[in-house]
């Protein structure tokens, strides 16, 4: 990659975030003086300036404690860790629903409506319940915040993974059962290349997905080393130092966004070397 490639694509990122301060600031500058107090009060305290912001990260996060930054990054570790299991796991299983599915149209006309209902279910009601579950048996409290976040990964893997093995071209499955090749070969050197756009598309969400629930989860399972818990710490404080909360929504969306960019990066990887034509 050029130095000329790699800075153009670094510098739409950070007109975009630019971009978006201005207005920021701008709607804020409008807001005091035109006193706008729909859909909410413009002041100070319900939007601090973006600079007072990004100062906060480097003031302490307690008395006489580590700077917030470094307290977040350690957080946004701990989730992270979380989150990655979640994904991985929700992945799998969404991955394996979907080919069980494909292979058996009575079970996909039986499971199909009760998948997509699961997903009518708030994660808030959800998640308690996981945690008295998995709780109860002994199992670590990072488990059960792994397992939430599965719950919102597989839906979208299931789903698009079910699309993607059924778009192989039928001319190449039948050039294959003329070669005597099994349902197997057929799935793994046909169906799946044919798949992955679909099911990276479905991996691209469920990545920040994952996210979202191991942030979710942290909260009924009283864990405090994660951003969830540093949410409802800084939530707390929200009227005096309002400037600490935003910074952790930041770092929490900049997670997310690291998972996107991991999923996009292999998805490069990974479809590039997969066989174009199949037949």
Known sequence: ?????????????VAVLLVL???WESYRWLGERLELRWPFPVNGRTMPHTWDILAQFFEPSRRNGPLLIETL???ALFTAREALAGFLLGAAVG???GVVLHHSSVLQRG???YIVASQTIPILAIAPMVVVWLGGRGAPGWLSVAVIAAYLTFFPVTINTLRGLGSADPRAIELMRSYAA?????LWKLKVPASLPYLFAALRVSATASVVGAIIGELPSSIQDGLGGAIINFNQYYVTSPESLWATNIVAALLGICFFLAVLATERIVVRRAPVHTA
């Open 73 to 75: 990054a350690d957080a």
């Open 21 to 23: 301060g201005a207005l």
């Open 182 to 186: 099994g349902g197997w070969a057929i």
């Open 1 to 13: 990659m050029s130095l000329r490639v790699a800075s153009s694509r670094v510098a739409g990122p």
């Open 95 to 97: 991955f394996a629903i």
């Open 111 to 113: 499971f199909l409506p």
